[in-house]
């Protein structure tokens, strides 16, 4: 169940605007660092200041 969940997560995210992706990543909870890194990978990396600003 809880890999269906992540799975519509990542969907989620992949489609997300810039913002929908920093909200998304800084408010879901219950990700393993795994899972958090693979959502990493479809974040534009030139924007990686924003996503740590929104998580400080």
């Known amino acids: 169940m809880q890999n ?3 799975e519509d997560i990542k969907s989620r995210f992949i489609n ?3 913002d929908e992706k920093i909200e ?3 408010t ?3 990700l393993t ?3 958090f890194k693979e959502l990493l990978k479809h974040f534009p ?3 990686l200041d924003k996503l740590e600003k929104a998580m400080a």
């Open 28 to 30: 879901t909870s219950g």
């Open 45 to 47: 990396l030139q924007h």
């Open 16 to 18: 997300a605007d810039l």
């Open 4 to 6: 269906t969940n992540f």
């Open 24 to 26: 998304i990543y800084t």
């Open 33 to 35: 660092v795994d899972q």
